[in-house]
């Protein structure tokens, strides 16, 4: 299993030329799930997605979690 994750201003998903989904500034994360992954991997991977620090905390340096709300709590 493996996650690529990009930070974007808008993102969509179509399906036959239709948008089934789209976002406005946020992260796009694609996964790529192989025949033996198991569901242990997938909770593996969304701990990482969620822990990575990608946002910068207003007023320093550090990096904020990804997964985490403007209330500090993981969606």
Known sequence: MRAVIQRVKT???SVDGN???SIG???CVLVGIGVGDTPADM???VRK???CRLFHVSHGHDLEPAGLDD???HW
């Open 49 to 51: 997605i969620l822990n």
């Open 71 to 73: 209330k500090g709590k």
């Open 25 to 27: 500034a946020g992260l």
């Open 43 to 45: 909770e593996y991977i």
């Open 19 to 21: 948008v089934v989904s």
């Open 11 to 13: 993102a969509s998903v």
